[in-house]
């Protein structure tokens, strides 16, 4: 491409990007700078301090906090777990067995939900647990939040298959390894960074949910994001602020990391 | 049956189809004990599709496989006493290269001390120890070639099936690999069932060469056999340089053939069953076996016209038009040229035969 039909050189395109950029990150940066002031408003700044993440942890909301992160962390790590095993066996026969057009067809059923709108998803799940009677509260919550991390923790996990040829497990099996001894100790081993990348991906999409959790919760059954809801509803106040920027470090921290570990190369 | 003469793995009409595309035409073929084999043919002809149905990664369409007397085509990979050496190695890139030697052993039910052990012999024979804790990936192809041949032959297989395993290695590599192969066949005792596409390699390394073409078998024989007696046109001309010409059979008495070139000149070679007079058919006749002189030396001595010499090395390769549009190329060794005459360009020229150089072929 000549210098002449760069876009990077059409100045329109160079704005318009930082103004979607400052759209994206301005509120962001606003709640984590606030989320630092004295003072008890939300707007005008007083000075540094640590007071309201002191409040997360000790101030009169403290306990329904606390009680919503239990539910939250307990849910995201148990259907993290689930949806990562179930999305590997799948990748395991999706990739490996099956001809070319129900491969394509797996894919496509099993990552439809991504682009699903979630209210169609979070609608259609409660409906789902109606018709079966279930009960709300936590399991509603669970049995949900495994459903909807599988197409997370499947595509990372789908893409690092797809990348190991199927050589090394007939390499494994012409060894006198069996189809479970190839499995264990040759392609699970190749297969990590993918299923570590999907775990992290499925954990943080479980913790941050809101929308179908907000369905499927019972009445009392609170997580993070849902308490972090009910609370703003009383009222905008700076302790939230402090929750939402730990929450939003972890999910920086999961994200990159999850990042960090698909593109790591443990052949070398 | 003499311990010479056991048959390893023995294939009995094997036919191999994808849909409705067919691999291997009823293939048959008795591989010996002990014996350095190859399966030699042109790209896409089927040699790897044999070797994994002899590995058990193919299913056997028809037909049946024997290894030393037992029926092996049902049987899946781990079940069957072969290894691979697979044509991209397929070393597991996770683990050391004395993990990946060991791993045979341990999938046998040694223990890792055994396995580990035994690894180190094999790392041994392909001088590599010192390579022991190092990952594939920081190998050289050369030495990854290398740990892929230990780890196969680890467990000691009773057939080593080897597929085109030099064929990613440059020229002096791959001939130093050709010698250690050949020698650690010796050593170890193993039958090697080798595949290749090179004619040169297969020559050079076997006891006896399968050669296919289009999935079919077209001549089982040592490579003298193969190439000094080649079965049809296709082997032929696969195997080494040859002049392909075409003639008639004008008539054939006490076993021998009297050929006519198109340019009316007339050749005597042995007669082929099922040949009668009139028959179009070729005459294959190698270029070592052809002698240049600047007089005839007997009354098959062909006239013609030296067209160029070209320097190849060890021989000079001469180009000869002979009356009829048919040429011949005619190799002299560089170390006989006192003996025999290299010609200048335009210079005519007898073609003189060695007895018995000139053999018929049907198509
Ligand atoms: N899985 C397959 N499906 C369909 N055709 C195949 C398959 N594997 C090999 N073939 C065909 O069988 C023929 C022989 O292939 P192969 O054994 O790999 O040849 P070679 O090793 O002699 O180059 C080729 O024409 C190839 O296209
Ligand atoms: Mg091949």
Redesign the pocket.
């Known amino acids: 491409m000549s210098a002449k039909t760069d876009v990077k050189n059409y100045t329109g395109f160079r704005t318009l990007t930082f103004v979607c950029l400052f759209i994206l990150y301005a509120p962001l940066v606003v709640v984590t700078i606030y989320s630092f002031n004295a003072s008890p408003s939300i707007t005008v700044w007083e000075g540094f301090s640590l007071r309201w993440y002191g409040d997360v942890f000790t101030g009169p909301e403290s306990g329904k906090f606390k009680a919503a992160a239990i539910n939250s962390f307990s849910i995201a790590l148990i259907a993290a777990t689930l949806a990562t095993i179930i999305a590997t066996s799948a990748a395991t026969a999706i990739v490996r067995g099956g001809i070319f057009k129900t491969r394509t067809l797996s894919l496509g059923l099993i990552s439809l939900p991504l682009m699903v709108p979630e209210i169609v998803l979070a609608v259609a799940t409660l409906i789902f647990f109606n018709a079966v009677g279930f009960t709300r509260g936590y399991m509603t919550i669970l049995v949900a939040h495994i459903a909807f991390c599988i197409p997370f923790a499947y595509l990372p996990i789908q893409a690092r298959m797809q990348g190991i040829e199927d050589t090394y497990e007939q390499a494994a099996m012409d060894l006198y390894a069996t189809k479970a001894q190839a499995f264990r100790r040759v392609l699970l081993p190749l297969m990590m960074p993918g299923i570590i990348s999907g775990f992290l991906l499925a954990f943080i999409v479980s913790l941050d949910d809101f929308i179908i959790t907000n369905f499927v919760k019972g009445a009392g059954v609170e997580t993070l994001p849902t308490a972090i809801f009910g609370s703003v509803k009383q009222g905008l106040k700076p302790n939230i602020m402090a929750i939402s920027t730990m929450l939003l470090a972890l999910s920086i921290v999961m994200v990159t990391l999850s990042y960090v570990v698909s593109k790591t190369d443990n052949t070398k | 049956m003499t311990e010479n003469t056991q048959i390893a793995v023995d294939v009995r009409d094997a036919i191999?189809r994808?849909?409705d595309?067919t691999?291997?035409h009823r293939i048959s073929l008795g591989i010996r004990d002990n014996e350095f084999f190859t399966?030699l043919?042109?790209?896409?002809?089927?040699?790897?599709?044999?070797?994994?149905m002899i590995a058990g990664f193919?299913d056997v369409t028809e037909g049946a496989i024997f290894l030393y007397g037992e029926e092996i085509e049902d049987l899946p990979p781990h079940q069957r006493p072969v290894n691979t050496v697979f044509q991209n190695y397929a070393l597991f890139p996770h683990m050391s290269v004395l993990e990946n030697v060991s791993f045979g052993l341990e999938m046998r039910g040694a223990s890792k001390a055994d396995a580990r052990t035994r690894a180190g012999e094999m790392l041994e024979l392909v001088q590599l120890t010192q390579f022991a804790s190092r990952k594939p990936s920081q190998l050289s192809g050369g030495q990854q070639q290398r740990v892929a041949l230990a780890r196969a032959l680890a467990p000691s297989p009773k057939v080593l099936l080897l597929?085109?395993p030099l064929s990613a290695l440059d020229l002096k590599l791959r001939k130093a690999m050709q010698i250690e192969l050949k020698h650690i066949q010796r050593e170890t005792g193993i039958t090697f069932i080798f595949?290749t596409?090179d004619q040169e390699e297969a020559l050079t390394m076997s006891d006896r060469i399968a050669v296919?073409s289009a999935?079919e078998m077209q001549q089982l024989g040592d490579p003298r056999d193969i190439y000094e007696t080649p079965r049809n046109m296709f082997v032929a001309d696969f195997i080494g340089d040859t002049n392909l010409l075409d003639v008639s059979v004008e008539g054939i008495a006490a076993g021998r053939a009297t050929c006519k070139l198109s340019g009316g000149h007339r050749l005597t070679c042995d007669a082929v069953d099922g040949v009668n007079a009139g028959a179009k058919v070729h005459l294959s006749v190698r270029p070592e076996r052809l002698f240049l002189s600047d007089q005839p030396t007997a009354a098959e001595s062909l006239q013609g016209t030296v067209v160029e010499n070209i320097f190849i090395g060890t021989d000079i390769s001469t180009i000869v038009d002979v009356p009829g549009g048919q040429h011949f190329t005619v190799r002299t060794s560089n170390s006989d040229r006192g003996n025999k005459r290299i010609l200048d360009p335009g210079t005519t020229a007898y073609v003189n035969m060695e007895p018995g150089a000139a053999r018929l072929l049907v198509d």
């Open positions: 191999k994808y849909g595309f691999a291997l399966l043919g042109p790209s896409g002809c089927g040699k790897t599709t044999l070797l994994r193919e597929d085109e595949v596409h296919m999935g």
